[in-house]
Nanobody, 123 residues
Framework: VQLQACGGGLVQAPGSLRLSCADYKRTFSNNGVGWFRQAPGKGREFIAAISWNGASTTYADSLKGRFTISRDRAKNTVHLQMNSLEPEDTAVYYC?????????????????WGQGTQVTVSS
């Protein structure tokens, strides 16, 4: 396992969670990292991405303002702060990295994927 996502759980709306993605094999030290999610019966959805140095971020329009991506280069970790969670945010959340340095929204470019962490939001 190269990437490990954690921090998911059960939360009541409108709660908050902070997900973390640890890079055990240093696959994303100089690369862009993204967060994606997949709800039951739905396709994978892009959430947010961050550049190699954290200077550039991009978000899915529908999630902008509630979710914040950040990275700690010293700890080789990327975080996703999720606020005002809604039942519609229930999904398995994945972190991933690609070989380039920019904040990338294109899922097929990502080559290293974590195993996912379940987020369940109750009403």
């Amino acid at each position: 396992v190269q990437l490990q996502a954690c921090g998911g759980g059960l939360v009541q709306a409108p709660g908050s969670l902070r997900l973390s993605c640890a890079d055990y094999k240093r696959t994303f030290s100089n690369n862009g990292v993204g967060w994606f999610r997949q709800a039951p019966g739905k396709g994978r959805e892009f959430i947010a991405a961050i550049s190699w140095n954290g200077a550039s971020t991009t978000y899915a329009d529908s999630l902008k303002g509630r979710f914040t991506i950040s990275r700690d280069r010293a700890k080789n970790t990327v975080h996703l702060q999720m606020n005002s969670l809604e039942p519609e945010d229930t999904a398995v959340y994945y972190c991933a990295s690609h070989r380039r340095s920019h904040a990338n929204t294109y899922a097929p470019d990502y080559i290293y994927w974590g195993q996912g962490t379940q987020v369940t939001v109750s009403s």
